[in-house]
């Protein structure tokens, strides 16, 4: 066929792919490629999508426990598919191990072995108030039950552990059994969350208030020094 008028270029043979407008080029320059993510973002991706679902596992069982907690509200609050629990989690028990997990690690940095009794205390006391929906799961979890596993029998026992090497280095009296003591300054750190309604009561001051919360530190802080009597 011959050329177009005006136009030097050869029109293209019938069945041929028509020839690359040079205009094209420019308007591909304008644009500029998709970038590939990196292979670090690939890799964090999935963490913070798993970081998303246990945020939103832990607000979903503290406020239902276990057994009233949806797995497809907790999708909803994470803004992910609720297959993706089942892929990261394999389900709902899974789910709620990882969230015990994440607060067997939270603890660890709560109750160094440097650190004095009295401080182990004052860091739980604060972690209470501070992190209410562990202490409310906690509270959960004694009421309708949840998914034990193996890992917190271990926990707890190495907590023990713990009270008894600190019974020999002069921290607990000798007539204390760890075990009790440990039982005691647990529910005591964690009155103000689980009691408010008692807290008022007996002292006439909000469990949240400041006021209540600088005296408390101060008098169990006292209670925890005297055990070594």
Known sequence: MGSRRGDDRPTAPAGDAPSADPTSATSAAKTPPRRSPTAGERKRDPHRTRERILDAALQEFSEHGYAGAR?????SRAGVNQQLISYYFDGKAGLFQSLAERWRTISDGLNRTDMPLRQVVDNFLAAGVEQRPWARLLAWEGLTGGAESDADDAFFAAMVNDARRRQRAGELAADLDPAYV???LFMAASAPTMLPQVVRRLTGLP??????LKTYREQLGRIVDRLAD
Do not use: N, R
């Open 71 to 75: 797995v497809s509200a907790i999708a």
């Open 207 to 212: 469990a949240d208030s400041a006021e209540f």
């Open 182 to 184: 440990l039982l005691a």
